[in-house]
């Protein structure tokens, strides 16, 4: 049976946080920002009626999708940061 020289046995243990642990620091993160932008929107909302509502609702929407997309980004980069350390 060939081996490509990645044995089970002769691998190093990987140092720093668990990849785990970054996810879910990172799950965690993304849920507060989701958060605060939905209150800060609701509350904005609040405060007015008719078009400008409308456009508070607009750019509510268009901050959660940043906030997904930077995060999303940012769990990317550390993990082909991750995986060009190895």
Not at 3 to 27: E, H, K, Y
């Amino acid at each position: 049976m060939p081996t490509d020289g990645a044995d089970a046995g002769t691998a190093a243990a990987p140092t720093g946080p668990r990849p785990d642990t970054r996810l879910l620091s990172r799950i965690v993160v993304a849920w507060v920002e989701l958060t605060l932008v939905g209150f800060v929107g609701a509350a904005l909302a609040s405060t007015t009626s008719g078009p400008p509502r409308f456009v508070v609702f607009f750019g509510t929407t268009l901050l959660t999708v940043g906030v997904l997309f930077y995060n999303v980004d940012r769990h990317v980069a550390a993990r082909l940061a991750a995986s060009d350390e190895a």
